[in-house]
């Protein structure tokens, strides 16, 4: 293959990598929102699961996640699989944050930093909870990823959730059908 003068084969192998990330990102959004979509119509929730996530066609969030195309998400974890927050590019962060504020189907949208040591965790409404469960359904359906029951089991006393969101969640999951069992134990 010829290259123009104007650009040398290392440059166009760059541009073709960028690119590539460019495409991969778009494939595996698109296919994430499909999948949400389908989990979406099954909750009742057509219309959420045909707007979820468009925040991520933003620059804020479009360029680092692309950035990161190269990166495993094992590069930025700790051996348990905990992000560690020296690992993580500011601009990967930044736009993680971006997300969360702008979409109100995770859980971190729901919980409020009152004076830098507490926290007022809020009830998601409905159609929101909703979301998030058609979210973790859909990527639990990726391939390579784990299945939702094990993963909510094991992250969820890492996330901040009102009793009434917490309790519709594990009811929606199977796990308990009384406010009894909320005391930080496994089934």
């Known amino acids: 293959m010829k290259y123009s003068s104007d650009i040398t084969k290392a440059q166009f192998e760059v541009a073709t990598l960028k690119l590539s990330n460019h495409l991969r ?58 992000y560690v927050a020296e690992n993580v ?20 949208w729901w919980v409020v930093l009152l004076d830098g040591k507490v926290y007022k965790v809020l009830p998601m409404t409905d159609e929101y909870r909703r979301e998030m469960l058609a979210d973790w359904l ?26 009434e969101t917490k309790q519709w969640v594990e009811e929606q999951l199977g796990l308990q059908t009384d406010k009894a069992c909320f005391k930080n134990t496994q089934p």
Do not use: T
């Not at 296919?31 to 991520?56: M, Q, T, Y």
């Not at 590019?89 to 971190?108: F, G, M, T, V």
């Not at 359906?141 to 029951?149: S, V, Y």
């Open 25 to 82: 990102f778009l494939r595996y959004l698109l296919e994430h929102k499909w999948l949400v979509f389908l989990e979406a119509c099954k909750l009742g929730i057509p219309w959420r699961g045909l707007v979820h996530d468009l925040s991520k066609f933003s620059p804020q969030e479009w360029q680092p996640r692309v950035a990161a195309m190269g990166n495993r998400a094992k590069d930025y974890q700790d051996a348990e699989g905990f």
């Open 89 to 108: 590019p500011d601009e990967l962060a930044s736009s993680w944050l971006h997300h969360y504020h702008h979409n109100k189907h995770h859980w971190q």
């Open 138 to 163: 859909a990527v639990a359906r990726m391939p390579g990823r784990q299945a939702m029951l094990p993963w909510y089991q094991e992250n969820r006393d890492a996330m901040l959730l009102h009793p």
